[in-house]
């Protein structure tokens, strides 16, 4: 089947960076939009950012605007999230989506990977 994978998360301390990979290793959604979204235990799945398939659009969640970057390399049909300044209520598993609608919503993408965990300690 078709895959996303992700890959990237690890354990780090509050203040500290990571930097989060979505590969494509089939090449199938390189004019998909990609989005980020995050699910830490006992919560809902929450969205985190989008970017559009040219790379031209981004738009990320409000809580989360200044610290997350999205960036689009199609040489590589990778996209990267950029992390910094994590906090401890950024613990949660990563996964990264493709759609075909730019925008927050989850069931608007059809293709997910499987998630990467990020553990921000305090």
């Known amino acids: 089947q078709v895959q996303l994978v992700e890959s990237g998360g690890g354990l780090v301390q509050a203040g500290e960076s990571l930097r989060l990979s979505c590969a494509d290793p089939?090449?199938?959604?390189?004019?998909?939009?990609m989005g980020w979204f995050r699910q830490a235990p006992g919560k809902e799945r929450e969205f985190v950012a989008a970017i559009s398939w040219t790379g031209a659009r981004t738009f990320y969640a409000d809580s989360l605007k200044g610290r997350f970057t999205l960036s689009r390399d199609t040489a590589k049909n990778t996209v990267y999230l950029q992390m910094n300044a994590l906090r401890r209520e950024d613990t949660a598993v990563y996964y990264c989506?493709?759609?075909?609608?730019?925008?927050?919503?989850?069931?608007?993408?059809?293709?997910w990977g499987q998630g990467t965990q990020v553990t921000v300690s305090s």
């Open positions: 089939a090449r199938a959604f390189s004019s998909y939009v």
């Open positions: 989506a493709a759609g075909t609608v730019f925008g927050p919503q989850g069931s608007e993408y059809g293709y």
